[in-house]
C-alpha cells in the first residue's frame, strides 16, 4: 500500500483546508485510515480516524468539530476537512493506513497501523 498525501498549504486563522490522502493498493474498503501530524517540536500525535466503511470515526478533543474525516473508497481516497483552523493547528499532516477484516475498526494507536504516507505541511498563520 502507497499513501501519498496532499492539499496543505499556508492559511490564516479562521480559514479552512482539505487535505487528500491517495492510496494504490488493495480495495480502500478493506484499510482502516487515520491522518495524525507533528508539529515543531512536538511528537506526532492523532487527529482523526476512520473505519474501512466510513461509517465510523474518532477524533482528536484538539480538533472535534472542527475537522472532519471522509473517504471515497471508489476514488481511493480519504480526505480531512480543516475548518476553523488555529495556529495551533500547524503540523506536518501524514495519512496512514492498516489493513483489516473488519469494516468497522476505528485505530487510534499510530503502532497499529502499518503503512504510512509522507507529510503535507499546513501552516497556520495568526
Known amino acids: 500500500v502507497q499513501l501519498q498525501a496532499s492539499g496543505g498549504g499556508l492559511v490564516q486563522a479562521g480559514d479552512s483546508l482539505r487535505l487528500s490522502c491517495a492510496a494504490s493498493?488493495?480495495?480502500?474498503?478493506?484499510?482502516?485510515m487515520g491522518w495524525f501530524r507533528r508539529a515543531p517540536g512536538k511528537e506526532r500525535d492523532f487527529v482523526a480516524a476512520?473505519?474501512?466503511?466510513?461509517?465510523?470515526?474518532l477524533y482528536a478533543a484538539s480538533v472535534k468539530g472542527r475537522f472532519t474525516i471522509s473517504r471515497d473508497n471508489a476514488k481511493k481516497t480519504v480526505y480531512l476537512q480543516m475548518d476553523s483552523l488555529k495556529p495551533e493547528d500547524t503540523a506536518v499532516y501524514s495519512c496512514?493506513?492498516?489493513?483489516?477484516?473488519?469494516?468497522?475498526?476505528?485505530?487510534?494507536?499510530?503502532?497499529?497501523?502499518?503503512?504510512w504516507g509522507q507529510g503535507t505541511q499546513v501552516t497556520v498563520s495568526s
Open positions: 496512514a493506513a492498516t489493513g483489516t477484516f473488519n469494516i468497522a475498526r476505528i485505530i487510534q494507536k499510530q503502532s497499529d497501523y502499518n503503512y
Open positions: 493498493g488493495p480495495p480502500l474498503g478493506t484499510l482502516a
Open positions: 476512520i473505519s474501512g466503511s466510513g461509517t465510523g470515526t
